[in-house]
């Protein structure tokens, strides 16, 4: 058994559009202390998935099919060990503050700020 995979971070990844998964998913595994434990296309399986593999982080796109992001953010936060969740999207992140307040996210990143250096960034100080 790998001791220091058995010891990253699980994380989640929720994305509709297979690209922007796999992108995410390729900076997850560049990140030193993170590993990609699922990766599921919307907000129902967000929320089923997390039940079953119970990662650490989720990292959630706001604009999927059927319940949002954000709907799905509540409803991972609202559980009896909620998942830290990252907010990400490809729009701009002015007056993202409100959104991410109501629905229990950490924090918002654009898809194009998203690096191994701004995830291992917004983990620490969403745990510390």
């Known amino acids: 058994m790998d001791l220091a995979r058995s010891e ?3 994380v989640l990844v929720v994305d509709d559009m297979a690209p922007f998964r796999a992108a995410m998913a390729a900076v997850v595994e560049a990140a030193d202390g993170f ?16 039940a079953a593999l119970r990662p650490q982080l989720v990292l959630m796109d706001v604009n999927l099919p059927g319940i949002d992001g954000l709907e799905a953010t509540r409803q991972l936060r609202a559980g009896t060990t909620p998942p830290v ?3 990400l999207s490809t729009y701009d992140a002015d007056g993202t503050d409100q ?6 996210a950490a924090a918002y990143v654009t898809k194009a ?16």
Do not use: N
Not at 99 to 104: A, H, K
Not at 113 to 128: H, K, N, S, Y
């Open 113 to 128: 700020e998203f690096g191994p250096d701004r995830l291992a960034a917004v983990w620490a100080e969403a745990t510390q």
């Open 35 to 50: 590993v990609v434990v699922g990766q599921v296309a919307s907000g129902e399986e967000s929320v089923t998935a997390s």
């Open 85 to 87: 969740v990252l907010l």
């Open 8 to 10: 990253s971070v699980r």
């Open 99 to 104: 959104l991410v307040r109501q629905s229990g």
